[in-house]
């Protein structure tokens, strides 16, 4: 009997919890009310590679297109020319350093960085103002000591790193764009 009670206390207590009513949501909204599909529409054009790293982009693309349609907060299309939002990347630095040596001076653990920098664009070419237009991200590794990790299994684990931020960067500046929520 007392666990009944708790659990009603418990559950009375996280339905008024803005945790269950924080906006955007899924479908996001504004104010309560829903956005409507034909401003939740973004076309994901292919991720260029400026920098060392071979095959990156197309990795990248991937992740961030999967992402995108994991969260659920737009709706991806295949047309250009029926999108509201238009999202650009490109991958600007790869590097990759040593980070641990051992007493004999061989390498035990490496650091990878990735930066991409990213643009939200509208239908008619205005950009959208991110917090950041580069967003990095950075592992490291080691196939010597520890959880031992190929240099492949480290850029996929930094790439799904950085297709999270990237997403979360993406959504939150439409959001606030959309909802006009800051000011300029």
């Known amino acids: 009997m007392r666990f009944l009670i708790f659990t009603l ?5 996280l339905s008024g919890c803005s945790v269950f009513h924080r906006e955007p949501g899924n ?38 297109k999967q992402e995108i349609n994991n969260r659920g907060r737009f709706i991806q299309t ?8 238009r999202i650009y990347g490109e991958i600007s630095h790869y590097q990759q350093v040593g980070v641990l040596l051992d007493q004999g001076g061989q390498l035990l ?23 950041r237009d ?5 592992v490291i590794y080691s196939d010597q000591v520890g959880y031992l990790e190929t ?3 480290a850029q996929s684990r930094a ?18 764009s959309i909802s006009g929520k800051i000011d300029d």
Not at 116 to 128: D, P
Request: hydrophobic share 35%; with cysteine; net charge positive.
């Open 9 to 13: 206390l418990l559950g009375f207590f």
């Open 109 to 131: 653990s490496k650091e990878m960085l990735i930066i991409c920098k990213v643009e939200l664009q509208k239908a008619g070419g205005e950009r959208i103002r991110l917090e």
């Open 134 to 138: 580069e967003i990095p991200a950075r």
């Open 27 to 64: 479908p996001p909204k504004i104010d309560g009310i829903p956005i409507p599909d034909s401003q939740r529409t973004v076309y994901v054009q292919n991720f260029r590679n400026n920098s060392y790293g071979i095959a990156l982009q197309t990795q990248l693309t991937d992740l961030v």
């Open 159 to 176: 790439l799904r790193i950085l297709s999270i931020r990237i997403s979360e960067e993406l959504e939150r500046a439409w959001y606030y």
């Open 151 to 153: 240099e492949t299994q």
């Open 78 to 85: 295949r047309d250009k020319s029926q999108a509201a939002y």
